[in-house]
Each structure stands twice: as structure tokens, then as C-alpha cells.
């Protein structure tokens, strides 16, 4: 891979924002508790629960977002309870089995756009219907997911209501949580997400950060011996002050939502681009990832310049994976659309 060719391949190419990178240098000669119990962990867990809302919930904040899914998914089921996920779904296609390996089946549904409806989890737990099954108990959603979907207010309301009459727990993986909350095409705010919801976790490493995402539990059910269960799982940091100092920074002046608006616009001005240029898209873009539908030809001359995964092939033609970042610069939206010509 060459290292000259702009990276649209996904969101955490950069290393951090430079507020991000003051806030360390500026904490460098200071002493903090350990494991999260820091006064900067402290700071940014009241700035998200002003976010979300909901003073009562609980914050951890995680390296990663895999150690995220897997520290809540694992300890919220029984032994032998299961996930419900769309196929597209992170924890099923690109995690390792890393929730299989715990011992908790993924029960996977088609989905248009990677958003599961309604009757797509009652079509599950309708097929596991005694104790020689796996019982489904957790719907793991993204949002926005890993076609570039998101769910409206009614959608989520839906599925919420759906989820809480059947006795199941809902999650959301927000790795790109900041991009579908900031997106024209969203109607759901932080609190509404927190309201529809028993947990789900803001993304901070596709969105400013170095590194970390924000765990949070809003059912209390959750809530009990959850940092024993951090600790067990590996995930707890013993320099936890290093995700508290960014989540501090990304949150006390706005800035994440400023830098995941910014990811968005960039995205949906090169989609209009593409739009223009007489091209078409697999799904209608909506936030930073976006999957565009282009001549082979094309693809190849573009990768001459710019770095993107194939999403599927198509016979002549190839839908191609976009992914703007809170740095991508205007000029190389704009470059990208200027190169969109098939040269003879």
C-alpha cells in the first residue's frame, strides 16, 4: 500500500485531533488514580451523561470497540443465551468470534441496509422455541451500521418496544455514533438513543480520538460488579486516564460533534459528486460511509490515487466502501470528484 494515495478505507487513519493531543501534553507531569478512577474519567463521564440525559447512568470507558461489545454482550447473557444480529453485523462478520468464543451463539437475520426490523427478531425467537435451542435474549444493532444505514426515531422506537415486550435486551454498537447522530438524514438525539436502549457505547476512535469508546449502561440490571467484569475481561486499563483525557477533550466544547458534522458533510459532498457524475450507490448515503457503484474501469483508475475496499462485484462494475474522516480535507473530496472522468 502505498502511503502517498489518500486513505478512504475507513476512520481512524489519523491519530487524533489536536485538541485530543494538547489534552495529553497538557496532563503529562500530572499524577492520577489508576483504572479509571481518575479525575479526568470523571470529567468526561458527566459531560456524556449531560449528553444522553440520564444522570443515573453508568460510564466505562474501553480501548476498543471489539472489548466494548464483548465485555457487555458476555456479561449480560446467561450461558445459554444468544445474540440476535443483522448479518452485516460487526460482532458476527469482523470480530474473530470473539462473542462466539465466550459461548454465546450470534443468530443472524438479512437485513436491507444492515437494520434489523421487528419482525426480522420475532422471525428468531419464534424459530427457538424450546430449551433444546439456544435462547435469543440480546439484539446487538449498530448505528449507524456497517452499510452506512441509520435508524429513524420510529425505527428505533419500534424495535425498542418490540424488544422490551419480548424480554430482550437491545445494545448499540456506536462506533460511528457520533456521524449518524450528526447526519441530515437522522431525527434521533444522545437521549433518545439512551432512552430506546438497556446499553450501547460512543465511538471515540473513529472520531477524533487516539484511541476509546464510551460504555453506557442504561438498565441497572447491568450495572452490578460491571468493572469486575471489565478487569476480567482484559479490558481494563491501568493508565484509564489516557481514554478520560480524550473523551474530556472530544466533549467539553462540543468538539465531537463538530468533528463527526465535518465527517458527514465531506462524505455527502463526494456522494453528490458521484451522484452527478452518473453513478449510483448499493444504499442511499446517509453518513460517512457510503458504498457507490462504479465501473471497473474507473475503480482501477482511481486506486492509482486513493485507497478503498471492494465491497462487491458486480460483473462490469464494482461497489466500492467510502469512508470520510473528521480530517478529511475538502480538497481531496474535491479531487476525488475531478478524477471521476474514464480516461480513454
Known amino acids: ?19 485530543v493531543l ?8 500530572t499524577q492520577f488514580e489508576g ?27 474501553i480501548a476498543g470497540g471489539t472489548h466494548a461489545n464483548l465485555v457487555v454482550i458476555s456479561s449480560v447473557l446467561r450461558p445459554h443465551e444468544a445474540v440476535i444480529a443483522p448479518k452485516t453485523g460487526h460482532i458476527f462478520v469482523h470480530e474473530t468470534g470473539a462473542i462466539e468464543a465466550t459461548g454465546h451463539k450470534i443468530c443472524t437475520a438479512n437485513s436491507k441496509n444492515g437494520k434489523l426490523k421487528p419482525a426480522d427478531v420475532e422471525a428468531i425467537i419464534t424459530e427457538h422455541c424450546d430449551e433444546h435451542m439456544v435462547k435469543p435474549k440480546l ?10 444505514g441509520i435508524y429513524s426515531k420510529s425505527e428505533l422506537t419500534d424495535l425498542s418496544v418490540f424488544c422490551r415486550k419480548n424480554g430482550l435486551y437491545l445494545y448499540i454498537d456506536g462506533a460511528r455514533l457520533g456521524a449518524a447522530v450528526n447526519s441530515p438524514a437522522c431525527d434521533l438525539t444522545y437521549g433518545d438513543i439512551a432512552a430506546l436502549t438497556d446499553a450501547f457505547y460512543i465511538g471515540g476512535t473513529k472520531n477524533g480520538a487516539m484511541f476509546g469508546e464510551a460504555i453506557v449502561i442504561c438498565n441497572d440490571k447491568f450495572k452490578e460488579d460491571f468493572r469486575f467484569l471489565i478487569k476480567q475481561r482484559g479490558a481494563m486499563l491501568a493508565k484509564g486516564a489516557a481514554t478520560g483525557i480524550q473523551f474530556e477533550a472530544l466533549f467539553k466544547n462540543g468538539l465531537y460533534d463538530k468533528l463527526a ?41 482511481l486506486r492509482e490515487s486513493y485507497v478503498f475496499h471492494d465491497w462487491e462485484d458486480m460483473g462490469d462494475k464494482m ?3 467510502l469512508v470520510t474522516s473528521w480530517a478529511t480535507p475538502e480538497h481531496v473530496v474535491d479531487q476525488f470528484i475531478a478524477d471521476l472522468s474514464i480516461k480513454e
Open 1 to 19: 500500500m502505498s502511503f502517498l494515495k489518500y486513505n478512504f478505507q475507513s476512520d481512524y487513519c489519523e491519530l487524533a485531533h489536536p485538541s
Open 22 to 29: 494538547e489534552a495529553f501534553a497538557a496532563a503529562q507531569s
Open 35 to 61: 483504572y479509571g478512577l481518575d479525575e479526568f474519567s470523571a470529567r468526561a463521564a458527566t459531560f456524556v451523561r449531560e449528553l444522553i440525559k440520564m444522570p443515573n447512568a453508568d460510564i466505562h470507558f
Open 139 to 148: 439484539v446487538y444493532i449498530s448505528l449507524s451500521t456497517e452499510c452506512g
Open 261 to 301: 458534522t465535518h465527517s458527514v458533510n465531506m462524505a455527502l459532498k463526494l456522494a453528490d459528486g458521484i451522484k452527478n457524475a452518473g453513478f449510483d450507490f448499493l444504499y442511499p448515503p446517509e453518513t460517512n460511509l457510503f458504498v457507490p457503484v462504479l465501473p471497473k474501469k474507473l475503480v482501477a483508475q
Open 319 to 321: 461497489a466500492v466502501r
